[in-house]
Every structure is written in structure tokens, then in C-alpha cells.
């Protein structure tokens, strides 16, 4: 059994055509096919039905398929793990992030990490703090920046960092008053509130019930990007992260007493081995934090809590 049979059955698998797999692969019709018919001899089965106008593929071929792709993408991997070898002119790093630190933070750090390793693919995943965790667990991501529960414990088999705290601010498009505000002032402030599973929501909800009230809505269920806009539109304040505000444009005022705060951490799989790019991206992301730190860039409320890694 060679890849090359492999990934001829995986392209007429996908495609349920011999001829195109073929041209998605660049090789003759023929070629193709006798290299399927070889696969099937060795195997001891047929692949595929085929009749007039349909290819299908039978039970040994859906046996096959889920273990076909398995092998070619560690090939892949394999692949990718020699080529960073070579002074990273090749490689992937695949990092995860919220969309509040898509909009803040994440910027920065790709930008630094180009500048050192331009030839490096980089794959952004925006998702929340939990569908992040599974994808890291599942190895479908090198890093990702989580937001930590309040109180709660870092993710069973990660491996996590934390990074900066960072306070919840008020924003409008209307001037909020100087100084810090109670969170009780939100019962005069109609809010533009993020969708059901964001954990902005949720602090926001548990804040304002802790001081006993519901808060009101002007407009409901948003992402970051939509929820900056329907501020700026004027439908409502909204509660973001203090980066989120700083780089928005809208007034914003900070909470006084406990306030809103949150926890941004740096993970990785504890036993999946970080490739020679996700290392140097993993140094990246605490450099560049360290940095703006060190310039005076982070806004008021929000605080380094590891120090920076030199030498990515």
C-alpha cells in the first residue's frame, strides 16, 4: 500500500469521480484508476461501486476512508515538522481566540511573529473559551488564548499560562461620566448584549444580579465587530474589555469596587509536543504582551501577570 494510492482513493472518495480526482491531483484518468484497481487487489476488496454516471463507495471503502485520511494527514504533519527544522522557513502554527482578543491583542502578536518568520502559515480559529479547550484537546490546535472562569480551574490535560487581567469597562457613543461607576448605574444604561454563550454575557449578567437587577436591552445578540456597531449607531451601551475599548473610539468608563475583570491565559495540549513554529509563536504572544506592557500600551485596568520570554 503506498500514500500515493491513499490519496488518489481519498481525492475519488470526496469526489465521487474518477475524473475529476484526477485533475485535483494532476494525474491521468488511467493512471488513476489502475492505481485504485492495484489498492484493491492488495486489499482483497472492491473500493468503490461503480455504475454509469455513480461511484459509491462499499463497505470496505468506508472501512478504509476515516484510516486514509488518518495516515495522510500525519504524512502531512511529518512533512511540515521536518521543513521547520530548517531555520522555519517552512511551517503552521494554528492558534485559537476569542473575538474580543481577535480585535485587541491578536493583531499585534501576528504582526510581531511575521516579521520574524514570514514564510510560516498561520491559521486564526475565533471560537469561545470552551469549543477552544475541546479543539486543543482534539489536537486541532497548537495555542489558544482562553478567558479563565472566575474561579474556576485551568482545563483538565492543558497546559495554561496566564497572561494579563484585564477590567470589563463600559462603552458608549454617548460621553459617560469621569471617574468610576457602580455596576448598579447599569439599571440606567440600556445594553447592547452579546449573544447567549458569550462569556462577556455572562459576567455582565452575573454582576448586575449580584447587585440585584436584571439589566434592560436595546439590542440583543450580537458578535464583538456588531455589538462595537450597534454602539456606535447609538442603540446602546455595551460592557467589553478594556483592549476592546481602548481601540474602539466610544467613551468608556471603568466600574469602581469589585468590578468586572477577567483572566487571559496562553494553553497548549500538555502531552501533545509543540512543533518548532508553535514554540516560537508560544514566545511571541508573551514577549509581545511583556512589550506592551513595558511601553505603556496596555490601557488603564488591565495588568501583566507572567513575565515576558525573550529570545523568539
Known amino acids: 500500500m503506498q500514500l500515493q494510492q491513499l490519496r488518489y482513493f481519498a481525492a475519488v472518495a470526496d469526489l465521487r469521480n474518477f475524473t475529476r480526482a484526477a485533475e485535483r491531483l494532476h494525474v491521468a484518468q488511467p493512471s488513476l484508476s489502475q492505481q485504485i484497481r492495484s489498492l484493491e487487489r492488495e ?4 473500493l468503490f461501486h461503480r455504475t454509469r454516471g455513480n461511484i459509491a463507495l462499499t463497505d470496505a471503502g468506508e472501512a478504509l476512508l476515516p484510516l486514509a485520511r488518518r495516515i495522510l494527514a500525519d504524512t502531512d504533519s511529518a512533512r511540515l515538522a521536518v521543513q521547520e527544522t530548517v531555520q522555519l522557513r517552512r511551517g503552521r502554527v494554528r492558534l485559537g481566540a476569542p473575538p474580543s ?16 518568520h514570514p514564510a510560516v502559515d498561520l491559521l486564526v480559529r475565533e471560537g469561545g473559551s470552551g469549543d477552544l479547550t475541546a479543539a486543543l484537546a482534539a489536537g486541532e490546535l497548537d495555542l489558544a488564548l482562553l478567558i479563565d472562569p472566575p474561579g474556576g480551574e485551568a482545563p483538565a490535560g492543558l497546559a495554561v499560562t496566564p497572561l494579563l487581567h484585564e477590567d470589563l469597562v463600559l462603552v458608549s457613543a454617548a460621553p459617560l461620566p469621569g471617574g468610576r ?13 452579546f449573544r447567549e454563550g ?25 458578535e464583538m465587530d456588531a455589538v462595537l456597531g450597534f454602539v456606535r449607531a447609538g ?18 468608563a471603568r466600574f469602581g469596587g469589585a468590578g468586572l475583570g477577567r483572566t487571559v491565559s496562553l494553553a497548549h495540549g500538555r502531552d501533545i509536543p509543540l ?9 511571541t504572544v508573551l514577549d509581545q504582551v511583556a512589550a506592551l506592557a513595558q511601553g505603556g500600551a496596555l490601557p488603564d485596568g488591565t495588568r501583566l501577570l507572567t513575565p515576558g520570554h525573550q529570545g523568539c
Open 198 to 222: 458569550y462569556a462577556l454575557r455572562d459576567s455582565t449578567l452575573a454582576a448586575c444580579r449580584a447587585e440585584g437587577f436584571e439589566p434592560r436591552f436595546a439590542v440583543e445578540g450580537g
Open 101 to 116: 482578543l481577535c480585535t485587541s491583542l491578536v493583531p499585534d502578536v501576528l504582526g510581531a511573529f511575521r516579521t520574524r
Open 275 to 283: 512543533g518548532r513554529a508553535a514554540e516560537r509563536m508560544r514566545a
Open 181 to 193: 461607576m457602580p455596576v448598579a448605574a447599569l439599571r440606567d444604561h440600556p445594553l447592547v448584549m
Open 43 to 46: 486489499l482483497g476488496g472492491e
Open 235 to 252: 442603540l446602546g451601551a455595551a460592557v467589553v474589555p478594556a483592549m476592546v475599548a481602548a481601540r474602539s473610539g466610544l467613551s468608556a
